[in-house]
């Protein structure tokens, strides 16, 4: 399947890494100098003319260690032990981990077809940066929405381009904010997304996933404006089939709430089975929705984020857009374009799938038997959620397994962004990892797992 054992680079993860990181930065700034001079030295960008291998080590929130301080909902209880912002267990992982298993960015070579689509980096620079940016951003359009199976997408108002996901979702808090709106949201989800919205003075109210999958027009009003889904669900796989899609939409529809839906993850469920913006539209729904590139494409944090909307929210949202963007590079249109077209739509997967597939058979087999157990065995995204024994706590175990030169996992609180203490037997692993990586990584976990011994349950729970 094109996936190549790691070479020497893998094993040193770090200042090739930064080195790729800001080539990718200086490329779409336009410095060009700088561009020409780095390409001969950064080791990760494997042949200029024949094509790059991204792997840099950005993180799935934009702020990174900056903000260090949980923010804890009305009534939270402060854990024993305490617990960091997801991002800042993803900066460990960059930065100061041997196995880098927790943010959920592909970090994967570069497949051949890949390689080939983007071809020679310096002349696509060149060639995009000619490019007028409606033509540039239209094609992407095309490319993106079509590999989704959501060609109705484009009877609607053009999406709104952002530089990531997570500006796309400061774009929404805005609007939430700016029309006094309060928010019904999945849970668990990462924590950036509740984290985001309560900066804002949002008022959020949990619902569970499993419950939110079951809604329908005859299910009970939720008591708030808007419905927050992230489809499918990050950590836990939860992906809405047909019907239930359409149980969600009939229900906001009758109730005349605004759904909110993150597919930030679309490539990783049953939504190519489907066209969710048709659905959407038939049903009359007001809705925001959240699309990345970022969580599919191995293109060193080159990507995009989106914002697809009906008409009554469209308009405020563009302004708000207007206020942080002024423009996305053509660059970073035409990269993400390139590495699109090296998908095999017919196959109703993307190749990160595969790679995903690989690695999640290879965790499961190695952790058999262990003290981990898997959760939601039958979903499909480059994820994976555990389950820990009665007596571990989530947050120790992941510090345990920094301290001995373990895995970096996400420890599971934080996702359960409304009572922290419901994640605490649960982590978060990462799958989009080179082959011989991963297997390393997986190995050494099982290793570590089996010899844990957590503190005594009472300090812990």
């Known amino acids: 399947m094109g996936f190549g054992r790691p070479d020497a680079a893998c094993a040193g993860l770090g200042p090739r890494a930064h080195a790729s990181t800001w080539l990718a930065r ?21 042949g200029v003319l024949s094509g790059i291998t991204f792997r840099t080590h950005q993180v799935d929130g934009d702020l990174g260690g900056a903000c260090r301080d949980p923010v804890h909902p009305e009534g939270d209880k402060p854990l024993p032990h305490r617990t960091e912002k997801l991002t800042v267990y993803e900066w460990t992982g960059a930065t100061a981990s041997r196995y880098n298993l927790a943010d959920g960015h592909p970090r994967q070579a570069l497949t051949p077809g890949q390689i080939e689509a983007i071809g020679d980096v310096t002349s696509l620079y060149i060639k995009s940066a000619a490019h007028n940016e409606r033509a540039a951003k239209a094609a992407f359009e095309h490319a993106f929405f079509t590999l989704a199976g959501q060609e109705s997408v484009h009877r609607l108002r053009p999406p709104l381009s952002h ?3 997570s500006s796309a979702i400061e774009v929404m808090a805005n609007y939430l904010r700016m029309q006094k709106l309060t928010v019904t949201m999945a849970h668990p989800t990462f924590d950036s997304l509740a984290d ?7 008022p959020l109210t949990p619902i569970p996933v499993e419950e939110a999958l079951s809604l329908t027009s005859s299910s009970p009003p939720i008591g708030t404006h ?3 889904l992230v489809m499918p669900n990050n950590p836990t796989g939860h992906c809405p089939t047909r019907e239930q899609f359409a149980g969600i939409t009939g229900f906001c529809a009758r109730h005349g709430i605004l759904l909110l839906a993150d597919f930030c993850f679309r490539f990783y469920g049953a939504f190519w089975d489907y066209d969710q913006y048709q659905m959407l539209t038939d ?11 970022g969580k599919t494409w191995p293109a060193g944090d080159v990507k995009l984020g989106m914002l697809v909307a009906s008409d009554r929210p469209y308009g405020l949202l563009k302004d708000i857009s207007d206020d942080f963007l002024f423009s996305v590079a053509p660059f970073t249109y035409e990269i993400i374009t390139r590495l699109i077209g090296a998908e095999h739509r017919e196959v109703r997967r993307v190749l990160a799938q595969d790679l995903a597939d690989v690695n999640r058979e290879v965790l499961r087999m190695t952790l058999d038997g262990s003290p981990l157990q898997i959760v939601n065995p039958s979903h499909r995204m480059g994820l994976d959620w555990l389950q820990l024994p009665p007596g571990w706590n989530a947050t120790a175990l992941t510090e345990w397994l920094h301290a001995e030169y373990g895995p970096q996992l996400l420890p599971g609180e934080r996702f359960y ?3 922290h203490r419901a994640g605490s037997r649960y982590v978060r692993v990462a799958l989009l990892r080179d082959a011989g990586y991963f297997d390393e990584a997986a190995t050494r976990l099982r290793k570590l797992a089996d010899l844990y011994q957590p503190a005594s349950v009472s300090s812990l729970t």
């Open 283 to 293: 049903a009359g729904v007001d809705f925001i929705c959240t699309e990345d590139t």
């Open 26 to 46: 200086a490329v779409m700034g336009g410095t060009l100098a700088a561009v020409g001079s780095l390409l001969g030295s950064a080791p990760l960008f494997t």
């Open 196 to 202: 985001t919205l309560k900066r804002h003075g949002v």
């Open 163 to 165: 530089y990531s996901g």
């Open 417 to 419: 962004w409304a009572d």
């Open 226 to 228: 808007a419905l927050y």
